[in-house]
């Protein structure tokens, strides 16, 4: 590839904030995928991940859309979202299966599921280099650049009228969106570098402790605590909750420990040791390693914590969950899914247009 920017080349990041900062700023939503940048020159099409790994062997569909629709020498950020069968929210379980060691099974998921590219931001078109530029001048050259074009490729909403970019907020998490992203409009594009600010959904839940993982630096450390809710008199695993510092990992360790049982009676009593599973749906390995150790130890469910979330990916937790207290007067049986908020549905069509 001749391009003014070369692969591969480590996206900019952003900040977590409580509140949709005020200023000058532009406004835009998080979308919940995988975070990409395209460099196209001709018929060469690399798909970049954050990681900097090329994701392109996963996605033919995308790198066909790049090459009949992308300008001819373009780098441009974005992120690779799947809609659900009914094209209403983004599904991000979709996504993941896509990343398959297979090319049958992933040429099967392109027709299957096929993905689309949500362009946010543009690095390089043609012979110039945009990285050093201010982002309205990006937006501005990256909507008139893509103005043509049509889904599976699009361009993010963006606005500079915070009121909008509030309502935007509340509105789009019913699609499956991922809260809000704000990037100063003088601001140069800084790989790796977390210059952005991000605005996310926060809400807390009360969940039965149900198992841990020990640390991987130690086995007399907790590395997570397994998180439960009930449903239908069932436990069933929604997540965990595992940033802790490492003296709290050992006070814990030691904490747990009268609570420790084996698995004959215990609700996900199908985990046995043997099988290194440790969620609810059987034989489930980890989503990013097939030969991650998932097993655990059980604990007698009696103890609960409120944790702090963001949103749901089906029946569990998005995200890892943020601890914020014991809750040692809630009855574990208490704690079932009707505590949790539900996003007013949104149409996904009508963000991406």
């Known amino acids: ?24 700023y532009s406004y835009e939503p998080k979308w919940d995928g995988f975070r990409s940048i395209i460099f196209r020159d001709g018929d060469e099409v690399e798909i970049g991940s954050r990681n ?44 993941l299966q896509r990343i398959h060691p297979a090319a049958s099974r992933v040429n099967l998921l392109a027709t299957q599921t096929p993905a689309r590219f949500v362009a946010f931001d543009l690095l390089a078109l043609g012979d110039t280099d945009y990285t050093e530029r201010p982002f309205s001048e990006r937006r501005a050259v990256l909507a ?31 699609a499956g969106l991922d809260g809000l992203i704000a990037k100063r409009l003088d601001g140069g594009y800084e790989p790796d570098k977390r210059v952005m600010f991000k605005v996310k959904h926060e809400r807390t839940a009360d969940c039965v402790v149900a ?19 009930y449903a239908d008199g069932k436990l069933a695993s929604v997540g965990v909750v595992g940033a802790f510092p490492m003296a709290r990992r050992r006070e814990l360790f030691t904490e747990m420990q009268p609570l420790v049982t084996t698995f004959e009676g215990h609700p996900w009593n199908w985990a046995r040791p043997e099988g290194v599973v440790g969620t609810p749906r059987e034989a489930e390995v980890s989503r990013w390693n097939s030969g991650k150790d998932l097993s655990f130890v059980p604990l007698r469910p009696e103890r609960v914590v409120e ?47």
Do not use: N
């Open 1 to 24: 590839m001749r391009l003014p920017v070369s692969p591969p080349v480590a996206p900019m990041l952003a900040k977590a904030v409580k509140e949709i900062p005020d200023g000058p």
């Open 52 to 95: 900097e790994r090329p994701m392109t062997r996963y996605f033919p569909e995308l790198v066909t859309q790049v090459i009949e629709q992308l300008p001819e020498k373009c780098v441009i950020d974005g992120e690779i979202v799947i809609p659900d069968g009914g094209g209403a929210r983004l599904d991000f379980e979709a996504l």
């Open 144 to 174: 008139d650049a893509l103005a043509g074009v049509r889904a599976p490729l699009h361009v993010t909403p963006a606005t500079t009228d915070r009121a909008l970019a509030g309502r935007w907020f509340s509105q789009f998490e019913g």
């Open 211 to 229: 198992g841990y993982r020990t640390h991987k630096t130690s086995e007399e450390a907790i590395g997570s605590l397994l998180l439960g809710l």
């Open 307 to 353: 944790v702090r979330y963001d949103h749901m990916e089906g029946r569990r937790f998005r995200h890892t969950t943020q601890f914020v207290r014991w809750r040692d007067d809630r009855d574990p049986h208490s704690c079932t899914y009707a505590q949790l908020e539900e996003p007013v549905s949104f149409d996904l069509g009508d963000i991406l247009g």
